[in-house]
């Protein structure tokens, strides 16, 4: 087994299986490419042109660009924890740098609404949970929506379901619910002739359990249905849905396609991206995209309400003679 591909056997993940074996592949391709900068330009000029026309680059942002008041936020290629080779180069997606960019797009002054334009396999599942939820968040404060433009599958799907409503092409790709591990296990000699034996302490069979073995199976499988577990729970709270509609109606680890996950009901709509985008200006200018001040002004509207009604109450109470 290659380095690049062991090194991606070592974590669970929420991703289109077919995937693993193409990134390392291209991980190895690309540590002796010496026109690394060429390629980082290239990535960054299709980032802006999935923004749209007029788009300017966010101050202190890695992707994230502003058009019209909305924040808009690319999810492409497969999801790492942190930024490595793939995605400075071939335009895959660091959690680190999309939590960044978020947090900017919500600070801004300038940004009323936000949208993720996704087309992304999956990724990792490290800080993926975590990132959904910030997602979540900031959904209560800022109009945030998303669109999937090719796929959003496993992962990608996840970090979806947290925006207040999803859009789709009409061929976009939408599931793969689940969680998977590609174990390795060496059963020849490496290039070298060498092959490597671990052995672990008594007190920790399960640290390396062997996939090719019941006992080893259920151990990988365990970890892999608890993991499952958080991600169904999180989709099903985002889409509103209960979890066992999320087991039985949303493709049970395969994928839905255009039509076919609006009527599931894991996503919203099938439209243009042109047609989300305008959606989110037009909430964005309505309300400003700030829902926690809107829902400050309903607060004090009513309180005002119950203050009036007070004071009708006492204009209407009989006064005692003198």
């Not at 999810?75 to 071939?90: D, K, M």
């Not at 591990?181 to 034996?197: C, F, L, M, N």
């Amino acid at each position: 087994m290659s380095r690049a591909l062991a090194a991606l056997t070592n974590q669970f993940w929420a991703i289109d299986p077919s995937w693993l074996p193409l990134m390392a592949s291209i991980a190895q391709r690309g540590s002796g490419n010496s026109n690394l900068e060429s390629s980082r330009e290239w990535v960054k000029r299709d980032h802006l042109a999935m923004a749209g026309p007029g788009a300017q680059k966010l101050p202190g942002a890695n992707r994230a660009y502003v058009v019209d008041g909305v924040g808009v936020l690319p999810i492409t290629g497969p999801i790492f924890p942190r930024a490595n080779l793939l995605t400075e180069v071939s335009g895959a997606s660091s959690l680190t740098m999309l939590q960044n960019d978020h947090r900017l797009l919500l600070a801004s002054k300038e940004v009323r609404g936000i949208m993720l334009l996704l087309d992304s396999p999956g990724g990792a599942v490290s800080g993926v949970a975590d990132f959904a939820s910030r997602v979540a968040l900031g959904a209560a404060r800022k109009e945030t929506r998303a669109f999937v433009m090719g796929s959003a599958a496993s992962a990608a799907y996840w970090i979806a379901s947290s925006a207040s409503h999803i859009s789709i092409d009409r061929t976009a790709v939408l599931g793969s619910i689940g969680v998977v591990a590609a174990v390795p296990k060496q059963v020849e000699p490496d290039e070298s002739g060498e092959i490597w034996i671990e052995v672990v302490s008594s007190n920790a069979p399960n640290k390396r359990p062997d996939p090719q073995s019941e006992d080893g199976l259920s151990v990988i499988r365990g970890s892999l249905n608890a993991i499952e577990g958080v991600f169904i729970g999180d989709v099903a709270k985002g889409r509103k849905v209960s979890i066992s509609k999320v087991r039985s109606e949303f493709g049970q680890g395969g994928v839905l396609i255009g039509a076919d996950a609006v009527k599931a009901g894991m996503v919203d709509k099938v439209e243009s991206q042109s047609a989300a985008m305008n959606a989110v200006r037009m909430l964005a200018r309505i309300g400003g995209g700030q829902r926690v001040a809107a829902r400050g002004s309903l607060r004090i509207s009513a309180d005002a309400q119950r203050r009036a009604n007070l004071r009708r109450l006492t204009a209407l109470r009989p006064r005692a003679s003198p």
